[in-house]
């Protein structure tokens, strides 16, 4: 496909940071304008949306979205990093801790709560990011955030035993959570209220907004000879699945082509879809007209 403009939803594999899923999608594509919405860890698999060309302009808005998650969270060791990829700093192990016991402090992290989010994370303190700082030997103390977590469910609570014979628990999350939520601090947290301590052992995004990971389009194996057509989501099928939408007639593309304000009232943002059904614009509100946000096409139409 040339002169790709869209949207895929891949399911990263374990092992390749997001930044590599987008230059193998470079290759595929054929352009270096690509990027993904919502970053993950290289340890963590599942749904990792990619923009081509134009629709890079939209993943901003994509990145805004709830996401959903299947965690294994590991009960009794603590590691630097808060998941299975750092070192043990702790090993409590975590015998004495009961299935009930789990449950019952997995609810408390229902609703908004405050996070601390992990300090191997990419927020920025003073211009430099935070794992960059961990990783020289810094402590680093982040502010916390107000989150959302919407579903908290625990599936199979299992004990296990580690290789040095630490008795363990790993237990099963299905997590519905706002943007900004680290479920890598969600099982350092979880571990500290049952006092054994925890970590994050594996992790699978089935949901980013809208995207889920039954539509992935590109899997493990991302080194396929191209791509084809229908597997990608134009910029405005993309778009109308984040926000609301208005049609437009050629008369007011023409307005919107040149950044003019429009006679929509509208609440909140909104895809501009024009006649053959092209994204024009993102427009947000303005009393009783609506306003460019981000305008896809120029003046000369597209």
Known sequence: MTDISGVIVVDKPQGITSHGVVARVRRLAGTRKVGHAGTLDPMATGVLVVG????TRLLGHMTLHDKRYVATVRLG???????????????????GVTEEAVRTAAQAFLGEIDQVPSSVSAIKVDGVRSYK???????????????????????????????????VLDVELDVECSSGTYIRALARDLGRVLGVGGHLA????????????????????LDVQ????EAWLT???????C?????????EAADVAHGKSIAHQ?????????????????????????????????????
């Open 226 to 229: 191209g791509v084809p057509d």
């Open 235 to 241: 910029p405005a099928q993309a778009a109308m699945r």
């Open 133 to 167: 700082r961990v990783r020289t030997g810094e402590e680093v103390e982040l502010p916390s955030r107000r989150v959302t977590i919407t579903r908290l469910d625990v599936g199979a609570v299992t004990p296990a035993v580690t290789d040095d014979g630490t008795p």
């Open 52 to 55: 081509v060309g134009k629709a």
């Open 266 to 302: 509208i609440d909140d943002l909104t895809a501009v879809i024009g006649p053959g059904g092209t994204l024009l614009a993102l427009y947000r509100p303005a009393g009783d007209r609506a306003v460019p946000d981000t305008v896809f096409v120029d003046g000369e139409g597209q």
């Open 243 to 251: 926000v609301p939408s208005v049609e437009v007639d050629a008369a």
């Open 202 to 221: 594996a992790l699978r995004r089935t949901r980013v907004g809208p995207f889920t990971i039954e539509e992935s389009r590109l899997g493990p194996d």
């Open 77 to 95: 060791q603590e590691t630097i990093t808060e998941d299975a990829e750092g070192t043990f700093t702790s090993s409590h192990g975590a015998e």
